[in-house]
């Protein structure tokens, strides 16, 4: 079966998001609000997040009081133990957003940029207990049905297609043009997303987390994509995420089957995103690890860790919420407060890392992936991106360097994120042989392409409404002449 090709996803503004002027457009913000609390957001946090954690660890110990969008208060837990403490005892601080005082107070504005991240939604994230134990199981048991073998394939798939484009240019922007593409395609193929969907998904979800304007509109253009995923895989199930979910016995309903699928898909995307760009940076910065993988010292994976620990991919997790009144860290939580989890943090707490210079290949006891019953499920399947797809790039393109002075690359920041915003490299130009998949991938688009032309009949748009049958997608409307889909898809990226 086969599903209509979408529109190229162009982020609009909608007038139900934040607004310009609003606390999510920080200009002109300044660095302390009410009762001289640091604010995790304006130009200062973005500018300096490491610097901000280290003056309110200094200023506060392991837990600090700190101001959110809007000045909401909340307590950003800095101390590696007392994010462990947080993260283990569910009963005392737990995900269920609903605590949150601000919330019982009717403090929350409708157009609050917080609320992407903190309102709650009917899924194993935000849910403690029975029914946290029921989602997530369903969440490990399809995730857990992917071997390390398959992912490759597909890492190596869209890995060789990507540097196809590039490579005969000599030059590439590893950001754009790399790591923010490789994820989200792998990842539409373990949801069973139709291929077409990859590059504007991409799009639609570096919007959606950078919390712009447009993200309420790009938020609706990826339900849509996973609810029409959903009825493809409900009427042609296949050997992948969502039709794992459907078939699940935990018996999730269509709605909790899209909010697991959504979270998945941008919290993959967003945090392997980070990975891959923050290892790619230290592979082509810095002498020891170079040093290190020509001597066959360690390995690509062990070198993450050192990456998961030094630059994690999330900066800080909203957030736990506390059930009673409690003590942490030597501060009085009230029931109701709102706890940030520091993982940036919490990796450099000197309690735990005295000498930051000091390496920590192979050790795993970081913050990035979280611990407890929240533990990112997810995590194994990220890395292996992640090191899969950097290892088929350095294999592609082995002389790569990088292009620029390492003092001129630059980061942007945003209150639960940062990100590196290019990483520019040259190399010798060659041409990249395509991958077999995707070779057979063009001839199945192309063998398609021509049975319409042949006059073969055109699959309706739908069943009959009124023969109570299910609607079903359009077919897409392939181009006449024969290109294959990547050939299609590569056009969109070099716009």
């Known amino acids: ?21 609003c606390p999510a457009h920080a200009g002109g913000v300044g660095p ?6 640091r604010r995790l957001y304006g130009p200062e946090a973005e500018t300096d997040p490491a610097g901000l954690y280290e003056k309110l660890r200094a200023e506060h110990g392991e837990v600090a009081p700190v101001l959110l969008h ?15 403490t947080v993260m283990r005892t569910p009963s005392l601080f737990s ?19 917080l609320l992407p991240v903190v309102a709650w939604q009917p899924i194993c994230v935000f849910a403690d207990g029975e029914e946290h134990r029921r989602l997530r199981g369903a969440l490990l048991d399809g995730l857990n049905g992917f071997d390390r073998r398959g992912i490759r ?9 990507l540097v ?18 490789l994820p989200m395609l792998v990842m539409t193929k373990l949801l069973g997303m139709p291929d077409e969907y990859g590059p504007q998904l991409v799009t639609a979800a570096r919007d959606l987390m950078k919390g712009t304007e447009t993200a309420i509109a790009s938020n609706e253009y990826v339900v849509a994509g996973l609810r029409r995923t959903i009825a493809i895989r409900r009427d042609s199930p296949g050997d992948d995420l969502t039709s794992r979910l459907l078939a699940h016995p935990a018996g999730l309903t269509e709605d909790e089957v899209m909010e697991h699928l959504r979270v998945v898909l941008l919290a993959a995307n967003e945090t392997t995103v980070n990975l891959i760009a923050d290892s790619l ?12 993988l020509s001597g066959g010292q360690m390995t690509l994976g062990e070198a993450l860790d050192q990456v998961l620990w030094d630059s994690p991919p999330m900066s800080l997790v909203a957030g736990r919420w506390a059930t009673a009144d409690t003590e942490l860290g030597g501060q009085l939580i009230q029931a109701g407060d709102l706890l940030l989890l520091g993982l940036a943090a919490g990796n450099v707490d000197p309690v735990v890392r005295p000498d930051l210079a000091a390496p920590l290949y192979g050790n795993r006891s970081h913050l990035s992936f979280g611990a407890g019953p929240h533990e990112c499920p997810g995590q194994d399947i990220g890395r292996h991106v992640a090191e899969a797809g950097i290892d088929i790039l350095l294999t592609l393109l082995p002389d790569v360097r990088l292009a620029v002075p390492e003092e001129e690359l630059s980061w942007s920041s945003a209150w639960i994120s940062r990100h590196l915003t290019a990483l520019p490299v040259e190399f010798t130009a060659r041409d990249i042989e ?9 001839e199945r688009a192309a063998n398609e392409a021509a049975e319409r032309e042949s006059g073969a009949p055109a699959v309706p748009a739908t069943r009959s409404a009124e023969a109570g049958g299910t609607p079903e997608p359009v077919a897409p409307a392939v181009p006449a002449q024969r290109r294959g889909w990547w050939d299609v898809l590569t056009g969109l990226f070099r716009r």
């Open 281 to 292: 940076k230290m592979v082509l910065t810095d002498p020891r690890f170079r040093a290190h």
């Open 164 to 181: 196809q484009v590039v490579g005969p240019t000599g030059e590439a922007e590893l950001i754009s043009q790399f790591a923010e593409h």
């Open 1 to 21: 079966m086969t599903t209509p090709f979408p529109e190229p996803f162009v982020p609009t503004y909608t007038a139900a998001a934040p607004p310009p002027g």
């Open 95 to 113: 995900r269920d957003s609903r605590l949150w005082s601000a919330f019982r107070n009717a403090e929350v504005p409708a157009d609050s940029p």
């Open 70 to 84: 809007g000045d909401h208060r909340a307590w950003l837990v800095l101390g590696h133990g007392a994010n462990i």
């Open 434 to 442: 395509p991958d077999p998949v995707s070779v057979a991938e063009a």
């Open 153 to 161: 394939r597909h890492v190596r798939r869209f890995t060789t297609d």
């Open 32 to 37: 302390t609000g009410p009762g001289g609390l």
